[in-house]
Structure formats: C-alpha cells, structure tokens
C-alpha cells in the first residue's frame, strides 16, 4: 500500500513540476508595464519629442496671415489641413500630452535620438516609406513613421485584453501616440481607428479626455467641424469624467481653433478668453492673446484687440513678436475716439529702447499708421519714410512701407509715382497673398496712368493750339525762365560739390579730408602704409568717405555690368516726362520760344487726333476707376466731363451708357440725367431701348413660325443670296423683337453684312451684338469674331468658285487694332461694361432650332 501511495506522490510531483500545466498569469503587472515602456514605447515617446522639438525650431510665424496658430509645433490655423500637435503621455514628461516645450537637457535628447537611430535603419531596410516630418527623404523613415512603428509594436507585444477591458495601462499611452503620429501624418481616419481602442476597452481611464480631445482634434482636419464640437460638448457635460487642468488647457485652444475654422468667430474669441486664463506657460498665453486680438480686430473690436495685443506683447518671448504685438496695437488705433499724442509717445518711448535698435524700421512704420489713422498725411510720410531708411529687419514689412507711400500719391491722382512704390514694394514683399494683391493693382495702375498722361497730355497741346502766337510766346517765356533757374540751381550745387573735393570747405567732420587724422595710419590718404592693414575696407572711417566720394561722382548706380557706361538712375519726374512726351535730354534750342512754338500742331486733321486720342483715352479712364478700383464716383465725374468735351456721337454715347449702367442702381439722379441726354441725342438706338427697361430681362420661346423664317434666312445665306437673307431677318426682329431667336438673328445679318457690305459694317453690327446680348451664345461668337478681326490676322479672300486669291502687299486687307493693342498715344478704352445689371439679351435662349453657325464664313474685303 505505502508503495502505491508513493508511486502516485511522485506522478503527482512531476505533473505539478510541469510548465506546461501551470496556471496561466496575465501580463499586467508592473514588470510588464515596466518592459512596455522602456523596451518600446520609450523609443515611440522620445522620437515623438524630438520631432516636436524640430518643429518648434523650425516655426517661422507669419504674421501676415489672417490668424497664427497657438501652438509652434503645428502650422498656422489658416492652414485647414495641418495637424493639431501633441505629445508625451503621463509618464516621462507631459501627463497632459500638450505639445511639448523645448528641453534644455541636450544630453537627453541625443539619447533618445540614438535610441530611435537603430529602429530607423531597421526600419529603412524593410521597405519603409521615406521623409521626414512628412516631408521625403531618399534614405530611412520618418521619425513620425517610426513613431507609429514603434507604438505599433508595443501595442502587439504587450497588449493584455481581457474579456473585452485592457489590463496594461501603459497600452492608452502607446494608443495616444499611434493616434497622434497618424494625424500629424494627414492620417486622420487611421488616427480615429486607433482612439476608438480605448474608448472601447479603457473606458473607465482617467486619462479617457485625451482621447476625446484627439478625437475631435481628427474631426476638426476632416472639416466635420459640427461634430468636432459634438465630441468636446459630451466629454464636459458627462458628470463621469473629470477635466485636469492639463487637459482643459489644450481643450480650450483646439476648441477655439474648431469654432475658428467652422467660421463662428466670436465663439472662437470667447474660448480664447478662457485659454488666456487657465494657460500658465508665458510663450503660449502671449500667442492666445495675439491670437485672440487678430480675430477681434476683424470683427472690428478695436478696444477689445488692442487689450488682447497689449498681452500678447507683455507676455511675449521674443523681440519680433513683442514689436508685431506694438504694429498689431497700432493697427487698432482710432483717430477720432483714441489720444494720438499719447498714442504716439508710447511708440518713441519704445523705439528709444536699445532693445529695438535693429527692428526701429518696424515701429517707424507703426507710428505711420498711427499718423494715418489720424488724419495727418504729411507726418505719417515722414514716418514712412524715416522707416525706409532705417536698415531692414522684415522684408514684408519694407514693402508695406512702400505700399502706404505709394497710397498717398494713388489718392493725388498720381499715378505713375504710385506705381513707382507700388513695384518697389512688390520687389521685397515675402507675403504671397499680398504680393498677389498688388500685382494686379499694379497693372491696372499703368493702364490707368497710361490713359491718365495721354489725357493730360493732348489737354495741354490743345489748349496751347487754342492760344494766339502772343499768347504762345508768353506761355513759353515763363517755362524758360524755370527752366533757366532749375538749371543754374543745379549748377551751383555742381560747383559747391567740386569745391569740397579740392579745397577746404571749412567741413573738418570726422568724414573730411581736412580732418585731423594723424594717428589713423590706414586712413584713406595712407592706404598702404607700412604699419597697418593693407586692406581698404579694414578700417570704418574710409568707407563713408568713398560712398559720398562715389556718389558725388556717379550717382546711384545699380550693381550691373558696364555700369560707367550705362545711364543714371531714371527719377519719378523723368518717368513723368517721358509720359509727358517731354525730353529729358536738354537741348540747345531749349531757351528759344519757337522751339517750342514750332512744335505745336496747326493742321485740323492732326488736332482732331489728338481729340479722338484724348476722348478715347478719357472714355477707358472713366472705364477703369469702376471695373478695376469700384471708383463709381470719379467715374462718373471723369465720364461726365468726357460729355461736356463735346466728343463724337459714337464716344458720346458710350459714355453716357457707362454712366448709367454704373448708377442706376446706386446713384438713380446722376443714372436719370445720362438717361434723358441718351433718349434726347440717340432716341432709335439700342442704348435707348435700354435705358427705358433696364430690368427687363425676359425673353419669350421661339415659334414655331420664327424658327422656320431663320431656317429660310439661314439658306439664302448659304446659297449667298445676302440681301433677300437680310430681308427676311429685318422684318423677323421687327415682328418678334423678343423672341429667343433674336440674338442669332442678329449674329446671321453680321455675317450677311461681311459677305454684302464689308468688313468694316460687319465689325459695327459684332460690336452691338457683344453689347446687347454678351452672355448669349451669340454674344460669346461675336467677341471671338471681332478678336480675329480686329487682329494682325490675314484674311483669307476667295474668287466667285471658292478658291483662295493670293494677295500683293498693298491689297491686303487692314485689319482695325483693338483697344487692346492701341499704343500710348491712343491711349486704353478699357473693359466695355458687359455684365452690367439688366444688359437685355440675357433671357432664356435653349430652345434653338438647328443650323447654328459654327464657322465665321469667308469676308468680303
């Protein structure tokens, strides 16, 4: 008996010695949260970090944006598509999982650099994507790749589910960063596969509203901006989960950045409030308030802003955004409720600080605005301009300088020296929105100022045509007297700056020759002395002594190659004379009145040119300050004076057009008087059956009985029976003058009159088409034609059997130059107002019968 009792002991002893029929243990207890995170998640956590901190270095803000992003890890809030930043779990650093500051411990960084190293090139040779940052790189993976590598490993590794709850807690870390290294990668439904994980199996974690603030962080990337709130308005009002402070911190900026994006700016203003508040790092309550101030200032909150900029700056932790914050507080300036002088002395008071030495430019420019915002022209030019010579700290900021100044001329009618600044702003600005902005302001500004100096140019001619030879002769006697005293000015100036070089001027400056400079052994006259250095510009006394030296002899002079043989730099007075026809050039008949009497046009033929020139040029000016600066006022007032000039019929009336299509709806009085002057001088025009109906944009279906009379009119054409085609289309439009086939009648009898009548006829009957019915497919067809037409284009001509007539130079045919290609001395007619309310012609044309023209048939010459 014992030895069967000891037989089973033993079987006993060695089944219970057996590994395989142990109870099996779960893996959640610290050991193995302790080898989750230092075997894996530590290296997804610091590669995390030290991107962060790459991207915080690499921030550069732009301030010229409409809105900058709070946090320096991401890009700005305008950027729809940036990712919202992040990082860190609650162990090692920030519990909060906010983006990261940058560490002071270099030595710690690398290590996590070279932790991550091996993982990379491992990485790298399976196959993984390139880049860094998102961005690609020909070799390795990016450190947000190996991020979401390494996370993805910890997570299969030692991940412990158990019916449906995860045991290990380190996993909800190792979740936040694969959730936050997909987003910054542009992967945000992946990112919300990945938060979905904990809201299924950690939901009882206190760590949970992390994840929601991701959750609606992806959302707000997706533009589900409705849901994104959904998220955050739950997470707050479950009674279950409480908010730490770290949390509500980044809570509060990505909200604001939601509502900012979904467009409710004054709820954005709001939760920026509460960030300021609950926010202690300094860095980011200064970017809130300045944040906060850009949204207030454009709902046109000045006070408001102007507090929430003062907190920017004092909050602040650099030198460019402290004086941002002072532009952005002049910008909210009032000229009629805010103290201008205390507003200007605060300014001096700062930029006397040493602190701002090299940003002076910058808070010249603000005091510009300040002048601005008052009234007072004159000062804020001298500021602008004392910015201009300050040294450049901000590019785009020189060339808003240059935009403010190139204003003040624009407002003077001055459009050539506005132009001037404007290019010269446009050269240095940075801000491509801007930069945008003012190139097509700066192209409109020449066509205008091309106009503006033909106008006034063949003004002048013209009056001075109108005087008697006496009066002629007193006119120029005048002119030769400034001229003469100009001249000798300048030629005392010559000789004052000659004198300085040779002899003593009594000038014994530090920058004269005459000055004591013994024990400077490298002075300029020393140069090359035994006892110093050899090199010119070694010593700083020599260097402002060569530039006046260069600039009395040269000039300013741009750095180019044969620069002694090319022409000085061209001024804004020598840019308006050649404008002018004026040359710049003297010449030795200039002290003589006949000289210029001479010039002067006698013949009818050449002052009616210049009359036509002059009114055309006049009629694009009136054009262009509402199409392109929505000028309605100076428009009307510069078409109106184009009226009184008395010009002819055709220029007259389109005149008068203009001035009531660009009033009649926002001034009806000045509307009403071009209306009565058009139905007493052109009452069987189309204009005139305009004017009376403006609104009436109606047209009734096509007949039956009308489709049938243009498919007759259409043969004749094709069988080129002209006349009886033009007959049967005459008398349609008078019997159906609404009907939708009224445009392609119209279009038909235009090719009619080219076959019938010539080119010339065909151009007029184009022209009123593009006018009546511009957005008609008629109206499309006839702008092409008349761009051909009005082309260098040849013209093909035919003989009786259709074949090609091969032409000598003096039978070809003269193609009529469109405004377009007109020359200054025509002068621009600009953009004909076609889309003008009520232009009639713009009903419903789709029910059309077949037998469109599809081609422009061959012209008579």
Known sequence: ????????????????????????????????????????????????????????????DNFYDPY???????????????????????????????????????GSRSSANSAFNTDNERFSSTGGSSGSSGNGNKKGASILQITEAKATKAITKYSVL?????????????YILLAKA?????????????????????????????????????????????????VLKDMEENPKIKLKKEYLRILRVYQAENFL???????????????????????TKSRIAFLRGQILSGLNRKDEARESFAAAYKYANSYEFEVKSQIEIAKTFDGKADSYEEAMAYLAKIAKKGTYASRKNELYYASGLVATSAAKDSIADTFFRKALKEKQSDPQIRGLTYSEIAKKYFAKDDYLT??????????????????????????????????????????????????????????????????????????????????????????YSANSIFANNSSDANSFQNFGITGGSTFYFANSNNIPRGESSFKQTWGNRTLMDNWRYSAKTTTIEELKNEALGLANAPDPRRLEPDFYIEKIPTSADELGRLKKDRDTASLGMGRMYESFFGNTKLATKTLFDLVEAKP???????????????????????????????????????????VKNPKNKDFNKSTADVEKLYADAYKLYETEKFAESSAIIDKAIADNPKDALVPKFY???????????????????????????????????????????????????????????????????????????QDIHRGDVGEVPTGGPGIPGQGDVSQQPQGEIQNAPKIKK
């Open 1 to 60: 008996m014992r030895k069967y009792l000891l037989i089973i002991l033993a079987v006993i002893s060695i089944i219970a010695c057996n590994p395989r029929h142990k109870k099996k243990k779960t893996k959640s207890g610290p050991v193995n949260r302790f080898m989750t995170y230092y075997n894996t998640l530590f290296n997804s956590k610091e590669a995390l970090a030290a991107e962060m901190e790459s991207r915080d270095k690499a921030h550069v």
């Open 68 to 106: 900058i992003s709070v946090y320096t890890t991401e890009d700005d809030v305008t950027n729809i598509q940036n990712p919202i930043s992040g990082s860190g779990s609650n162990n090692g650093s920030n519990d909060s999982g906010a983006p990261m500051p940058i560490r002071g411990n270099s």
């Open 162 to 174: 158990v019916n449906g709850v995860e045991k290990n807690k380190k996993i909800f870390d190792a």
């Open 182 to 230: 997909r987003m910054y990668q542009g992967k945000y439904l992946e990112s919300l596969d990945a938060l979905s994980y904990l809201f299924n199996t950690m939901d009882k974690d206190k760590r949970l509203p992390l994840a929601y603030i991701y959750k609606a962080a992806n959302y707000t990337k997706l533009k589900e901006y409705y849901r994104a709130e959904e």
């Open 261 to 283: 994006k979904w467009g409710k700016k004054e709820l954005a203003a709001e939760v920026l409030e509460d960030a300021f508040a609950v926010n202690k790092d300094r860095k």
């Open 418 to 507: 506005a132009g001037v600044y404007y290019d010269s702003a446009l050269a240095v600005m940075t801000y491509l929105p801007e930069k945008e902005r003012l190139t097509d302001l700066t192209a409109n500004i020449k066509k205008l100022s091309k106009n503006y100096y033909v106008v006034k140019k063949n003004d002048s001619i013209l009056t001075l045509a109108k005087m008697t030879p006496e009066e002629q002769r007193q006119y120029f006697t005048k002119y030769i007297d400034k001229i003469k005293a100009k001249e000798e000015a300048e030629a005392l100036e010559k000789r004052k700056s000659e004198r300085s070089k040779g002899f003593d001027n009594s000038d």
């Open 648 to 690: 002819d019929e055709e220029t007259d009336l389109q005149a008068l057009y203009n001035i009531f299509v660009f009033n009649y709806e926002k001034n009806p009085a000045d509307a009403e008087k071009a209306k009565q002057q058009i139905l007493a001088k052109y009452p069987y025009t189309s204009y005139a059956e305009f």
């Open 747 to 821: 279009l038909l009898n235009a090719y009619n009159a080219g076959k019938n009548a010539g080119k010339e006829i065909m151009i007029l009957q184009l022209e009123q088409i593009v006018l009546n019915y511009a957005k008609t497919p008629e109206g499309i067809k006839a702008k092409e034609l008349l761009k051909y037409l009005k082309s260098d284009a040849k013209l093909e001509l035919t003989d009786e059997t259709g074949n090609a007539i091969s032409q000598k130079p003096n039978q070809q045919v003269n193609n009529t130059q469109g405004p377009e290609n």
